[in-house]
């Protein structure tokens, strides 16, 4: 029993100079890294920031806000046409035709008279269809039928009695 108590009471054996410079190096890099942490606690603390800032933002905007403004849509132009360009064409195709047209049939002869490919054919009677709608509410053509039966002509000019 006497063995044991001698061997706890004993101090460490000392190791020399290596130790002392690896425990200097050990101390440096957690100087280091506690610098690390300090940085990132303040960049967190931003960024937390940041965040409120943008979810203040947010609660502004939403729809369900009073002073909610909706944001504008852009209008882009299409690459077929110019300004009115597409309504003239329309318009010339009704004037000449000798009955009422479908939107296919005037989609044909705008894409003849403009030499596109018949790639794009669908895409242009989009595009008819909702200049003829436009043109329909403004009263300058009238629609005959529904739908896929829909035929269009230029309005009839009603005379002053």
């Not at 967190?44 to 909610?68: C, F, G, M, Q, W």
């Not at 690459?79 to 003239?88: G, M, N, S, T």
């Amino acid at each position: 029993m006497a063995q044991a108590v001698e061997e706890i009471d004993r101090p460490a054996p000392y190791l020399g100079g290596m130790t002392d410079h690896a425990i200097a190096g050990l101390r440096k890099r957690r100087e280091e890294i506690t610098g690390q942490v300090h940085d990132a606690e303040t960049r967190v603390t931003k960024l937390r920031a940041a965040l409120a800032n943008l979810d203040a933002a947010i609660a502004i905007l939403s729809p369900e806000h009073p002073d909610y403004l909706a944001p504008r849509k852009h209008y882009r132009r299409g690459v077929y046409f110019k300004r009115d360009e597409l309504a003239r064409l329309v318009r010339e195709a009704l004037r000449d035709a000798s009955k009422p047209l479908a939107a296919g049939e005037i989609a044909a002869t705008i894409i003849a008279a403009k030499g596109f490919p018949d790639a794009c054919h669908l895409a242009v009677t989009k595009m008819i269809v909702a200049r003829l709608g436009a043109m329909t509410r403004r009263g300058e053509i009238a629609k005959d039928g529904k739908t896929r039966n829909a035929r269009w002509a230029v309005a009839e000019c009603q005379e002053a009695a």
